[in-house]
Structures are given as C-alpha cells and as structure tokens.
C-alpha cells in the first residue's frame, strides 16, 4: 500500500510564472484534499474532491489558483501569475468515505516565489 | 466553526523525560479530534485519533492522548521522550469533512 504522493517535491519560480503540482492519492480513497502551509503556521483548507467532483473552496483559493481530478484519481493544483505570498508548502490529503474518513497527507510541495 | 488552540508554542525537553503537549479544540457536536507530526520539511504523519468510545488513546511511537469534553482538550502525551522525537505536532479537528489545525507545537528534545 503505497501512500500520497506528490510531485515536485520542491518548486522555485519567478513571480508571474504558472506553476502545476500533482497529487497521487492512495489507491482506494475517493477523497482528496489540498492544504497550504505557511513557516510557523498550521495547514490551512483550500479544496477538496469526492471522485471528480470538487466540492467545496475555501476563501484562501483565488481566481489565480485552480484544482482538478479529471478521472478521480490524481489532482492537479495550478497556481497562475505567481506572486511572493503563494510561497508555502502545498499539502495533499486523501481519506476513503466509509468509516471514520481519515486524512493521510502526502509530503508536500515546496513553492517558493523569487 | 470549528477551531483548535495549542497554547505551547514551543516545548523544550530532556530525553528520557515525559511530554506533554495541550490542545484545546471548539466545535459544536462532538468532535473528531487528530494528532500529526511533522518533520523539518516533511509531510504530516498520523499518530492518533478520536472518534468515539474510550477516551484514551493509543497512537503510535509511544504517544497516548486523553479526550476531555468538559475541558475541551485532547493533550498528547508520551512518558519518556526520545531524540527522534523532536518535531513539530499539530492537534486537528475535522468539521464538513476538513481538518482545521492549530498553529503547532515545537518539541526540542535535549541530551
């Protein structure tokens, strides 16, 4: 049972760049989840997906960002016209339904904004 | 909404000796409560959970966390520290199915 993947595991881009992150889940779980952490701070929500249908977007994701799950399975998170404050630690979580819906996190993506 | 509170921002402790680490959780029906880990540039590891039943909790390496609903707390605890241990801990509660988190605890495990 291999666990949440992600990839890159460490991104540097240039303020007004697009940058693309992708999550891989754990096989059977039809939940996920992205979460952004900044230095010092706990994770914060930003979307979530059942299947393919994304069902609920935080404040914290602008017009700039934008999440899919094309076939349920992997996720990819676009950040367009990057800016210095997206800098932080891009999370991915995954939970099956049935039972108690735990979270298990992936081991994140390093973005930094030059 | 729901919100957790870790008052400790930053724990020093000796090896060998006990942890604790408190986490005072708001929410309206009774809570799902986690505790992560996380290593310096890492991912968050699960270590426990509550759902229901016993209000002790066995995680892993060693850790054990106590649910309070008249206190509204969840502290983890661990009777003897060791140096792997040094980390940052976050405490969590899931409400409309995400996690909120509390801004985490740094443990500094001396010699």
Redesign the interface.
């Given at each position: 049972d291999t666990g949440?993947s992600?990839d890159p595991r460490h991104k540097i881009t240039k303020r007004g760049q697009n940058v693309t992150f992708r999550c891989d889940p754990i096989s059977e779980h039809n939940?996920l989840?992205w979460?952004r952490q900044t230095l010092?701070?706990?994770?914060?929500?930003l979307t979530?997906f059942q299947n393919e249908a994304q069902?609920?977007k935080s404040r914290l994701l602008s017009d700039r960002f934008s999440a899919e799950r094309p076939k349920g399975s992997f996720s990819t998170l676009e950040i367009q016209r990057t800016e210095q404050g997206d800098s932080a630690m891009y999370?991915c979580?995954s939970s099956l339904v049935q039972g108690?819906?735990?979270?298990?996190?992936?081991?994140?993506t390093?973005l930094t904004v030059l | 909404a729901q919100s957790?509170t870790q008052p400790d921002i930053h724990i020093t402790v000796s090896e060998g000796a006990s942890l604790e680490l408190r986490c005072n959780y708001s929410y309206g029906a009774t809570p799902?409560l986690?505790w992560?880990v996380q290593s310096p540039?890492?991912?968050?590891?699960?270590l426990l959970?509550y759902?229901s039943g016993d209000t002790l909790v066995q995680g892993i390496k060693g850790f054990e966390a106590e649910f309070k609903r008249s206190q509204s707390s969840f502290n983890l605890r661990k009777p003897s520290v060791h140096w792997s241990d040094a980390a940052e801990y976050?405490c969590?509660v899931?409400g409309?199915?995400?996690?909120?988190?509390?801004?985490?605890t740094t443990v500094t495990v001396r010699a």
């Open positions: 949440v992600q939940r989840y979460y010092g701070q706990g994770p914060e929500f979530y069902l609920e999370l979580a108690t819906d735990t979270q298990y996190f992936g081991p994140g390093r | 957790v799902y986690f992560y540039g890492q991912g968050l590891q699960l959970k759902f976050f969590a899931v409309d199915y995400k996690l909120s988190f509390g801004a985490g």
